[in-house]
């Protein structure tokens, strides 16, 4: 799977029920031949991911696209990657935790 399948299936799974209220935008920089730039904007129940880049992010999340598929499909640990500069971040430290909730997409 590539980052930007791997977006579009985040938008499509998200459940604004769990996310209630939550607002953020979240800039992705992903380096690599599967990489790209994703902006994941949350707010009023709904998931919009779209590529390229905006300057109203509360959260940018920088990384490869080995580490963060690696994170997603769990063979990569986001705190391990985290403390080991693997994956840098610079913003809303809180929504970060947030969009690990597991709740906030649906499996199937």
Do not use: H, Y
């Amino acid at each position: 799977m590539d980052c930007r399948t791997l977006f579009t299936e985040m938008a499509t799974r998200f459940d604004g029920t769990a996310a209630g209220d939550w607002q953020a935008v979240f800039l992705f920089l992903i380096d690599g031949s599967n990489g790209g730039e994703f902006v994941l904007r949350i707010g009023g129940g709904v998931c919009e991911v779209t590529e390229g880049r905006t300057d109203d992010a509360t959260t940018t999340i920088t990384t490869s696209d080995e580490t963060w598929l690696g994170i997603v499909d769990g063979s990569v640990n986001p705190m391990t990657a985290f403390m080991t500069g693997k994956v840098k971040v610079a913003g809303n430290m809180g929504d970060v935790m947030k969009l690990q909730d597991p709740s906030l997409f649906r499996r199937d």
